[in-house]
């Protein structure tokens, strides 16, 4: 199953909206990088409000996923972690320190137009 | 055979008891000597042994009942639960060293006796446990409950603004729970920016002060700043001696100032009302 990634102006909009399992996010880092480089998007939310439970394989992938993402010159910003998925990423470790997060997509736009400085 | 024991027992009443409350008394911690009065020693001495001879005496209902009431009188007296068990032992111990003296118990009907003496025992000893753990577990239980009163409710103040005030020392469990309700909290206002105040917290240790710090890192996690605020000159002390690295926080003096600057950041600020004369 793909992830569909959506198209809004220069931003990109990704809802994930099931558990990842590990092929599927490797599918979607690529897809999402082949996409900033044919769309030149500045900007990406990730939205992970229906994602109940992740694990330390996919926080990564998410983590390298927002590194490469800036590296083609798009910012990235994740929107509307669970608090139990959140406990759990502290828990093992992962700080996600320099990734951008909102507490919904609406404010995630705002965060990201902000970011883009419109 | 009951009935040899119980004779025993009633005739030399006065002997063990007196020989079982020399043997307590050496045998337990003198910090709890101190601490029972002898009248209440003896009282209790006496109610035991006279408990054990009714086990012989009466009808197990009877029995039962009564060695429920003493249960629970022990309980209230506050005898520490090794101490108790120990004294059934050596009341066993004394009493069948004493009849073997008198060439009651023999070696033909030793097994016998043996096995009378258990079935006495058994059901006092296990009485006794029960009423000791369910005394604990009600404690334990009340306890739990006062916690849970105590741990930190998130109160939104502004719009997108949340305050959860600490009381009283944290530890592990609470942490916990105090992570969970800031987390749940956070999403539920849809805040932007929660103080965590700590004024009513006495020590930050490496401890407190690490969960704090995952406390934080999650908030940011879900989307808001986390700011800590209430900090005493003992505790900056405190956390600069022990070496503990806050950079990761936003930290102010008072909540005043903290919520000040978290107005700030989002965009807000308290104005004085012209008042016309």
Sequence with gaps: MKIPILKLHDCLLISIQWELDDETALQFQEDLLNKIYQTNARGVVIDLTSVDIIDSFIAKVLGDVVHMSKLMGAQVVLTGIQPAVAITLIELGIKLNDVHTALDLEKGLKKIKMELGE | ?277
């Design chain 2, 1 to 277: 055979m009951d009935k040899k024991i119980a004779n025993y027992i009633k005739t030399h009443k006065e002997l063990i008891l007196s020989r079982w409350k020399s043997e307590m008394k050496e045998q337990g911690d003198e910090r709890f000597v101190r601490v029972v009065s002898n009248r209440v020693f003896d009282g209790a001495s006496q109610q035991f042994i006279d408990l054990i001879v009714s086990n012989l005496m009466e009808s197990n209902e009877e029995f039962s009942q009564r060695l429920h009431k003493f249960a629970e009188n022990v309980v209230h007296i506050g005898w520490p639960l090794n101490f108790v068990t120990q004294g059934i032992r050596k009341f066993n111990e004394i009493i069948f060293h004493g009849m073997s003296e008198e060439g009651v118990v023999t070696r033909e009907n030793y097994m016998e006796f043996t096995e009378g003496f258990d079935k006495w025992f058994g059901p006092m000893n296990d009485e006794i446990l029960s009423t000791y753990t369910s005394t604990w577990e009600r404690t334990v239980t009340l306890q739990k409950i006062a916690l849970k009163e105590l741990s930190a409710q998130l109160i939104p103040v502004f719009e997108g603004i949340s305050v959860m005030p600490l009381i009283g020392t944290i530890d592990t469990e609470r942490a916990k729970q105090i992570m969970e309700n800031l987390l749940h909290g956070v999403v539920k206002h849809r805040s932007e920016v929660v103080l965590i105040d700590i004024t009513g917290v006495p020590i930050i240790d490496t401890m407190i002060a690490h969960h704090l710090i995952q406390a934080a890192e999650s908030v940011r996690l879900v989307g808001a700043k986390c700011m800590l605020v209430g900090i005493r000159p003992e505790i900056a002390q405190t956390i600069v001696t022990l070496g503990i690295n806050l950079d990761s926080l936003i930290t102010k003096n008072t909540l005043q100032a903290g919520i000040e600057a978290a107005l700030e950041m989002t965009n807000r600020k308290i104005v004085g009302v012209e008042v016309e004369s």
